[in-house]
């Protein structure tokens, strides 16, 4: 009997050392917590469309005081600066994890629109072989081939696998895709053969080799990719060709402001 009084006396002090239960609804946030919270004041100043300013709101501050004292608050600064480039690295990291991971290979999407400026975007997004959209961003139409050049060059760095690379018809792709598609054919065309001939000679001039035109493939990946990127390849032959061959002015029927076209 006096050692189970015993016994409960210990276990009664033991608990008493933990204090009043109200330590236990307000402290403070250890490290990995705050990182946490700040990440979700992060996610609610975006996903509500708040001003950065609302977290140096009295009202705000108040709100939180009465939840938690001894929770602070970020400033606008810190939310803007030090939390946003965190929430970035840790999001570009966890997209980067996701594409290794994936065996398949990726897809590039891009789409465009037009804003209320009249400005053409062009929006990308990176999918993974389970359709997952992992990263966005948008820019204007000018640096689209700019921009898609560099993103390649990138994934390949990361020995990732590009599947397929889509785009809807802007007006600019369609009047460069319908350029390149009469070009290729013409040089596809046996009785053009003198012309393909030029092209060739002035080819092993400037690059010393032959470089084939691409065509199109209904039914194969990446074929307007594969056909530009021919045509870009050859770009110095083609304006020799062009300033070679091109007409004098008292023969011209066309204005000298007129582009050169192949039909």
């Known amino acids: 009997m006096l050692l189970q009084a015993s016994s409960s006396s210990a276990q009664t002090l033991s608990l008493s050392n933990y204090g009043p239960l109200d330590n236990f609804i307000t402290r403070p946030l250890f490290n990995i917590d705050k990182k946490k919270f700040n990440l979700l004041i992060l996610r609610v100043t975006i996903s509500c469309g708040f ?3 609302w977290i140096n709101n ?16 970020p400033n606008r600064k810190t939310l803007s600066d030090k939390i946003l480039h965190e929430a970035v690295t840790d999001l570009n990291n966890t997209m980067i994890e996701k594409l290794e991971s994936d065996r398949i290979g ?5 789409d465009g629109w037009i804003n209320v400026r009249e400005q053409e975007l062009m929006g990308t997004i990176i999918m993974s ?3 997952i959209d992992v990263s966005g961003e948008c820019h204007k139409t ?6 898609t050049e560099e993103m390649i060059t990138e994934i390949r760095e990361l020995n990732l696998v590009i599947l397929a690379i889509v785009t809807d018809i802007s007006p600019e792709f369609k009047t460069t895709s319908t350029y390149a598609l009469k070009i290729v054919a013409y040089f596809k065309n046996a009785n ?3 012309f393909i001939g030029q092209l060739r000679t002035i080819q092993k001039e400037i690059y010393g080799k032959y470089i084939q035109p691409m065509i199109l ?6 074929s307007y990719l594969t056909c530009c990127s021919s045509i870009k390849a050859t770009k110095n032959t083609l304006r020799s060709l062009a300033t070679k061959f091109e007409p004098s ?13 192949i039909s």
Request: aromatic share 10%.
């Open 142 to 147: 000018d640096d689209v081939i700019a921009k």
């Open 51 to 53: 001003a950065l300013s």
């Open 192 to 194: 053009n053969k003198y």
């Open 106 to 110: 990726i897809t590039l999407s891009f």
């Open 129 to 131: 072989s389970d359709a």
């Open 217 to 222: 493939g209904d039914t194969r990946w990446n």
């Open 58 to 73: 009295p009202e705000v501050i108040e709100l939180f005081k009465f939840l938690n004292p001894l929770i602070k608050l």
């Open 249 to 261: 002015q008292s023969n011209a029927r066309c204005q000298p402001n007129d582009p050169l076209t």
